[in-house]
């Protein structure tokens, strides 16, 4: 479940009215603030799972090129060592 991301709406709203914008645009911005930040942001749980998933299909890679490596090096037994030997 993806967690929210803490934001002290309060403080933004408080600097920005500080600053000269009204309460009212200071408020729809931190409202904006706080989607933007809970839509497009990964938590630390998000990306713990992502390494997870990550990790997994690597090792399924990292498998499947030590069999391609074995297929190679018996191709070479099979096919190259027969023609080595008719040419000496």
Do not use: C, Y
Request: avoid cysteine; aromatic fraction near 6%.
């Amino acid at each position: 479940m993806s967690e929210a991301i803490a934001f002290d709406t309060h403080r933004f709203v408080k600097r920005l009215t500080q600053t000269g914008f009204t309460e009212a645009q200071a408020e729809a911005l931190a409202d904006e603030q706080v989607h933007l930040l809970n839509s497009n942001l990964a938590t630390k749980q998000n990306l713990l799972e992502f390494e997870g998933k990550l990790e997994r299909k690597l090792a399924e890679v990292k498998a499947d090129v030590l069999v391609l490596k074995w297929m190679v090096g018996l191709v070479i037994v099979v096919e190259i060592l027969p023609l080595l030997t008719s040419l000496f």
